[in-house]
């Protein structure tokens, strides 16, 4: 790929990467708290904390409301003040356009949207009301107020599409060549809360129409990726009718999905139109609830086919992920072949393991911790709440250390050149005290127990978390293979064993294991490791190992 050619979402060895300058880049990313990056001035200690933490990109929101104050009237220096910024500090930018929707609400749309509701119509939950209580839990008694545009708004759509397309001829024109900008996020946690599908009169005469034919048609002959309830209200459906007669009980999230995943890709082709960014779409998971309870429409992984279908123009669709169940979660944002894309997760204690492990295991287009500049402070209440997490785990309630984040963090950011290359390959593994426990011992023995192991072929490297020695689960190891008999190791709170694969030769020594750091780009060895320090190969602190053995029969 040309050097100046625009960011685009490429193949390496099979695998989905974000090309950037004709190179695999490797989003190090942190998103800001909504609202710091509509000031500039404010944004600089943020841009500080982030080079402390390793970052090389930010994920920026650029409003709606602030872009294009007065219809047709468009102010982008607050975008622009802001690429400056980056480029001063070396690291890249993705945008998250805030347009009809935030967090399944219509908040940062212009006041002339909001107020002309006749041009621009809200979603009804509750047939003939633009705002009305929608029930947040079945325990709180409670209804919060609820509003947002609806998705069958076609002045709405157009309008957003437009105010989206002058963004990116914004972008074209300012970073057309530098490329500081690698990603923009279309809208933000699509999706309608409060019911399943929008009720109003228009809606409830779309939904008692005929589902299109090609969209009924890609349903059936995608059943193989679906998850299992999609599959079967597909499968026991007619070929064609009315929605309910297609698709049973999942209709009305179908529908939703239909929609919400039209406007979206109405937006972002106007947007590639103008100017080919590889374009994101994030979403609020659904956990398990009922839909309503989540932002229904939006890119759960249930409806990836029905975005797939109607949202060509998106790249990627994205798990913002608060929830406990980080790996499954990432494991059902891969199974159909996307690149995995964190935009948001939380800023607790596995955090960091959390970036070694998904740059390492997943080599993962982008992994940003929300609100990254509370990185070591402790959670509040409040947040407990916006982020929806599970404290049931005492390490998801400890703060993640920012010294232990900034260093695996630097680390990492050195090593890309060298990670980046072995993206879709096996050279590059990961293991994570979070994700991959020992397998007990059927005695109940916990030293008997296996901790979990990573082939490279020619050897393996297996690796103890939590165990008598370390009492810490919240551990991570990331190896990179060099050579048949050298390899890097980055990690945190594990102990190492190096084993041979080789069955002609299955004894291994160790020659040299140098702990030390990089410096623009160059290794400086530290400490040479021998002795205590390699008959346990404890990593106590977040390190970088440069580790050389031999096979022998
Ligand atoms: C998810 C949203 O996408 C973010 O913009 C932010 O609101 C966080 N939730 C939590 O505050």
Redesign the pocket.
Known sequence: MAEHSIPAIGKQNGHPVLMVDGKPFIMLAG?V??SDSSSPEYMEKIWDIAEELGMNALLL?VTWELVEPEEGSFDFSVPEALIRQARERDMRIGF?W?GSW??AECMYAPAWVKQDLKRFPRAQIEKGKNKTGRQVSPTIPVKMPYTTLSYLGKETVKADAKAFAAFMGFLKEFDGEAHTVVTVQVE??TGLLGAAREVSDEADALFASPVPADFAAYMRSHTDTMTDGIRDAVLSGKESGTWTEVFGGAADELFSAYHTARFVNTVAEAGKAVYPLPMTA?C?LDKDGAPGDYPTGGPVSKVHEVWQFCAPCIDVLCP?I?VPQFKEVCDEYTRRGGALCI??CATHSYAAPRLLYTVGHYHTMCYSP??FDDIGKPFTAV?GF???MDVTDPALKTPQDFGEYGTLGKILREMMPMLAEAYGSDRLQALSGETDPMTEHPSGIPFLATPPSMDFGSFTVTVTFKNMMNPRNDGACLCLKVTEEECWVVGNACRLDLRSGRADRPNLDLLSVEEGTFENGKWIPRRRFNGDETAQMMMNAPSVWHIRFFTYE
């Open positions: 998103e708290h909504n929101p998250l805030f935030k967090n933000n946690e994030n609020w913002d608060y935009p948001e929300f609100g947040q916006l982020f929806g």
